[in-house]
């Protein structure tokens, strides 16, 4: 690793959670490359103070901490260690921030890939949205050895209002991401099946949304997303299709472990019962639209 | 009704909740009466300000302010219209405070046989816990007519922190408690089953807790529930056995209004599973040890 007083940082994936992360490294003053398969994306960040990568290969040449927001374990792969190539092209002894929602086990699998490439490697799951991306206070469940929290640290900072520092090695950060995961799903499902229930039952659904926050059958997600509901705006701020993938990891997981997940196991076939509805690409509040539809009765339209 | 200057209160039930109920109007100065079909309960009672009832006739005998706080629609039914006759003993034009959770379609029958007999009713299902109800801040998802109200309101005062009035008629109180059972049950069972996935994954469980709650992944529920299941201590706060009543009734409404509710049916068979596990009348954390005793899995015991 080259020695300097500020490390070179590279950003792959400026999708709605990356470019706010990579913006908010920029303004840190770490010198940031960042690059994504869409340029006006690129563009956004540069206009920002980011300077623009051209593939990620280049984007990586050079650095010593590289963020990769991509969708899943296997763009991360394939970024990291296939045709991308973007592991070789890192200093020597940089280290990865993996941010992608995967399994404890795939994170454990790139950790060791990237050990063999003479890599550290952060198991760094975010949570928070786009706006706590953008302003810097993201919740990072991360786990990884003392080096390479020490080596990333820089950049976490930049990113996150919180780091939790669960373990000292990859997987615990995915697991303890994967538990969130598990229960949000779970609860955006029950939140919405509420929802709905209330309508069949002729109540009025901003009374219940005001008794049911202030009582113990509240959750985050209902406080949340049931506004959504409320006003019939399915904009996507998190979609669907975020969590049939996630629920479906757990899924595998509990399959692969013999542990019985049933309420997740419930959950999963909703979010797949509203994607087959034709809403995958719909704000995850949409299991409330998918209910709807399948009972005739009538949630509230967009105002707008 | 005779018009007095300070109506005469009687209280059915004085169970964890009744008992808290019953002295908290009585310290408001109302002249109660209270029963129970243990004697103890009547004692702990009349050292609290309160006076013995002998049975449920004679205990709302000169009542103008009657509160039924029993496990169910069957046993308030009983009490008020079966051998118990509390309704008949009333003074004429009193009004009945129905506190048991029960189907919106059972709070409309029994207020419905209140009026045949010239009586007013409030469907005021209460939420909140024992050490609420005790302090005279419950919280009373209520409805009723305007005149039920007002005649009902020196007692709904001394009880309850907030009563949202809900609604004119029977039925909708109800209605609103069961859509909070439901995502409370639902709740519940998520937490049981998070928290012990965690455990399978090898997470601390501690640092689980604090993590979520710190999350989107958070619930009322998790919060208040899981620190049973970190302390090995299954004292009935709350027992199984409610929610497989209170799950039970909202599966019966969703099969009576052929309205689905997967999320509640699948948490019904999970706490009819740890019922089933010999802890019915265990704390409702006890989804956690059944799905631990499934599995195989170790969690925390008692320190005690």
Chains 1, 2 share one sequence.
Not at 36 to 55: M, Q, T, Y
Not at 122 to 141: C, F, N, Y
Not at 233 to 247: H, M
Not at 265 to 273: D, G, R, S
């Amino acid at each position: 690793m080259t020695e300097r007083t500020s490390p070179h940082a590279a950003i792959i994936g400026l999708g709605s959670m990356g470019i706010g992360m990579a913006c908010s490294i920029a303004k840190s003053g770490i010198r940031t490359t960042g690059y994504d398969v869409i340029p006006a994306s690129i563009n956004k960040f540069v206009e920002n103070g980011g300077l623009a990568g051209n593939n990620t290969a280049q984007t990586a040449n050079d650095a010593d901490i590289l963020v990769i927001v991509v969708v899943n374990a296997a763009q991360t792969d394939e970024v990291l260690f296939g045709a991308g190539g973007a592991a070789q092209a890192m200093n020597s002894g940089g280290v990865i921030i993996s941010c992608a929602t995967m399994s404890p086990e795939d994170a454990c699998r790139l950790a060791q890939k990237s050990a063999d490439l003479g890599l550290h490697y952060v198991d760094a799951p975010i949570s928070g949205g786009a706006s706590k991306a953008a302003s810097g206070q993201l919740t990072i469940m991360a786990s990884g050895t003392e080096e390479a929290f020490k080596r990333a640290r820089p950049v976490l900072d930049a990113m996150a209002g919180t780091v939790y520092e669960l373990g000292d090695r990859a997987g615990i950060g995915s697991s303890f991401k994967m538990v969130n995961q598990l229960l949000a799903g779970v609860h955006i499902a029950a939140a919405c099946e509420a929802i709905t229930f209330a309508k069949k039952l002729g109540l009025d659904l901003p009374t219940v949304y005001k008794v049911i926050t202030a009582s113990a059958g509240n959750s985050w997600m209902f406080e949340n997303r049931i506004p959504h509901v409320l006003e019939g705006d399915y904009e996507p701020r998190s979609a669907i299709g975020i969590f049939t993938k996630d629920l479906g990891i757990i899924n595998d997981m509990g399959r692969k472990e013999k542990f019985p997940l049933n309420m997740s196991a419930t959950a999963l076939q909703m979010f797949i019962a509203t994607a087959a509805n034709g809403m995958e690409q719909d704000d995850d509040s949409s299991v409330a639209r998918m209910i709807a539809n399948l009972t005739g009765i009538e949630l509230p339209a967009s105002k707008g």
